[in-house]
């Protein structure tokens, strides 16, 4: 059963201390990406990576930090530098082949800090 | 960069009836724009797209628009059922890594 797979669904930290959240897609996709979504607002670009071990800035990379070690894995840390961590994560991927466009998303984490 | 505008922000709508959701982008090089499906609590689900190349694309009950010299676009659903009822976003493809800049959402209840 192909897809991506994001955990945990709900995560919970204390202010201060750095998290790490999943990303795994077996669908063989090349690119991935990590958005953002706050209530009532859109989708915000974190960060993405096209390739294994090359990964670029979003529009709101401040606070996280990525890795892309394997092609299916993609992994985002949210530092106790983001200043307003609480919000559901959402991480999509692309197969990048030719005009191939099309984000298939995860189901997201909702990361609570208190 | 890249501002997507999407309208009206709730819609609310008998069983039976058409919805129509309403976007602009600003950068005219977009080609591609993605519309999403998001049910409360899950990841947003791709339901239709359209590239610059083309006018309109219908997939049974749903019909994207694209206007690329007033540079918006639509999304169309008829003879709406009560499952339609979610929160849709509409997306134009960036130039940084063929990311997506989204609208923020319309939230569409189909009432019986």
């Known amino acids: 059963d192909g897809g991506i797979t994001q955990s945990p669904k709900y995560l919970f930290r204390k202010e201060g201390q750095n998290v790490t959240l999943s990303c795994e897609q077996n669908?063989?996709?090349?690119?991935m990406y990590w958005y953002r979504q706050d209530p009532g607002q859109g989708l915000r670009l974190i960060y993405y990576s096209q390739i294994v071990n090359d990964f670029q800035k979003g529009d709101i990379a401040e606070g996280y930090s990525v890795s892309r070690e394997k092609k299916e894995s993609f992994p985002l840390t949210v530092t106790s530098a983001q200043k307003n961590p609480t919000a559901f994560y959402l991480c999509a991927s692309r197969h990048a082949s030719g005009l191939n466009y099309e984000q298939y998303f995860g189901p997201g984490t909702r990361l609570t800090v208190t | 960069g890249e501002n997507v505008e999407q309208h009206p922000s709730t819609l609310s709508v008998q069983e039976g009836d058409s919805a129509v959701i309403k976007c602009t982008y600003s950068?005219?090089?977009?080609?591609?724009f993605p519309w999403y499906k998001q049910e409360l609590g899950k990841g947003p689900q791709l339901i239709i797209d359209i590239r610059s190349n083309v006018g309109e694309k219908k997939d049974q009950r749903i019909a994207v628009t694209l206007n690329k010299t007033a540079k918006h676009f639509s999304l169309h659903i008829t003879e709406t059922q009560p499952e339609d009822s979610a929160v849709y976003f509409c997306a134009a493809k960036a130039n940084s890594g063929y990311a997506l800049n989204f609208g923020k959402g319309t939230s569409l209840l189909v009432t019986p």
């Open positions: 669908l063989n996709h090349d690119a």
């Open positions: 950068d005219s090089a977009s080609n591609y």
